[in-house]
């Protein structure tokens, strides 16, 4: 299918590696010219020659810190008028409401409220004049079923997503969208990582954490990135202008809701 979006311009936040790399190589496979950030500088360029490469889109990265005003303002400095733009953040780590200052509150809200929100204030009117504008939102899908040790996380990005419901209705007649998908379990690094985590807490293998989450899922596996950045890529697309305000859990049948 061809999404029309060839020669469109879009931001992917995050995108060196994991979810926002899959994303930005799905959205460079349906002919968006990207422009990149992430904080490592040497991932961020490495993953920009691999999406160029097998593309031949105009990729552009950015290293900075998207969570702070210099490093969004460097981004925007870098592309003042996407036509997608795809938010995306690492989670804040899993701990005890108890055992979380505010400090720790006002760095999530930050990275996973405020950031996306900032972004969005400072493109959307340019893609509501332009008459064309995909923004996805990468939260979790604990927005719609809050997780256990997640609070910062529950707590930052549904304020994200309360935040631009009604905008998302607004922007829609100008053919401007605003979706989140929501993942659960997608084998990344950070997945690797929290297995390891969990191995230590519970005196098991790494091994068998990993096959502990993979048991909680009904389709019986994680999920690929490569899948993820494809279902970004449809949203994004010319096809889904009728598509606002949704926010869609992709995590194999683990939520265990109808709406």
Request: charged share 20%.
């Amino acid at each position: 299918m061809d999404l029309g979006i060839k020669g469109k311009s879009a931001i992917v936040c995050a995108a060196s590696k994991g979810l926002g790399k899959a994303c930005a190589t799905a959205l460079a496979e349906a002919g968006a010219n990207l422009t990149i950030c992430a904080r490592g500088e040497e991932d961020l360029k490495n993953t920009a020659q691999e999406i160029q490469n097998a593309s031949g889109v105009e990729i552009t990265h950015v290293a900075c810190d998207i969570t702070t005003e210099a490093g969004r303002q460097a981004i925007l400095d870098a592309c003042p008028r996407p036509d997608i733009l795809v938010n995306n953040a690492g989670g804040p780590p899993p701990a005890n409401f108890e055992d979380l200052s505010m400090d720790d509150w006002r760095k999530a809200v930050e990275a996973n409220m405020i950031t996306p929100l900032a972004l969005i204030k400072a493109t959307v009117e340019g893609m509501m004049e332009r008459k064309f504008g995909r923004i996805v939102n990468i939260t979790s899908a604990a927005v719609k079923a809050p997780m256990n040790l997640l609070d910062l996380s529950n707590g930052a990005r549904a304020g994200l997503t309360g935040g631009v419901a009604i905008l998302a209705r607004r922007a829609s007649a100008h053919n401007v969208t605003i979706n989140g998908m929501l993942p659960g379990t997608f084998e990344t690094d950070r997945l690797v990582q929290n297995f390891v985590k969990q191995a230590e807490a519970q005196s098991i293998s790494v091994e068998q954490a990993k096959e502990r989450r993979r048991a909680s899922v009904p389709a019986n596996r994680f999920g690929s990135p490569s899948e993820f950045g494809a279902i970004c890529a449809f949203l994004c697309s010319a096809h889904t202008g009728y598509i606002t305000g949704q926010n869609i859990v992709i995590d194999g049948g683990v939520f265990p809701g109808i709406v």
